[in-house]
Nanobody, 127 residues
Framework: QVQLVESGGGLVQAGGSLRLSCAASARTFSSYAMGWFRQAPGKEREFVAAINWSGSITYYPESVKGRFTISRDNARNTAYLQMNSLKPEDTAVYYC????????????????????WGKGTPVTVSS
């Protein structure tokens, strides 16, 4: 069983930055791709970023490309999401996610391929 624990959310003004962290419990963390999703009130869960097992390949939707950066430190079993130039529309609960098997980075964007979810960390961007 893999446990994912997010941290780093909070309140920030538009144009500001936040760095989210996701600590994984499993020693197999370094074997799998990881992802971040978000869910705003009344909206469906949305893919935000994905990274392959080594950190050499990343994937983003157009809505965050150039503003968000996903990274990982396998020695610390931790993934990160650096969010810059934040906008009010980025307000949501952000979730860390992981598959249960080897998964291509682009396939992380599909929630059907996600087996493990964190409990989320809220991000509020004020205008």
């Amino acid at each position: 069983q893999v446990q994912l624990v997010e941290s780093g959310g909070g309140l920030v003004q538009a144009g500001g930055s936040l760095r989210l962290s996701c600590a994984a419990s499993a020693r197999t963390f370094s074997s799998y791709a990881m992802g971040w999703f978000r869910q705003a009130p009344g909206k469906e869960r949305e893919f935000v970023a994905a990274i392959n097992w080594s950190g050499s390949i990343t994937y983003y939707p157009e809505s965050v490309k150039g503003r968000f950066t996903i990274s990982r430190d396998n020695a610390r079993n931790t993934a990160y999401l650096q969010m810059n130039s934040l906008k009010p529309e980025d307000t949501a609960v952000y979730y860390c996610a992981a598959p249960s098997s080897i998964t291509a980075v682009r396939d992380i964007s599909n929630t059907e391929n996600i087996h493990y979810w964190g409990k989320g960390t809220p991000v509020t961007v004020s205008s």
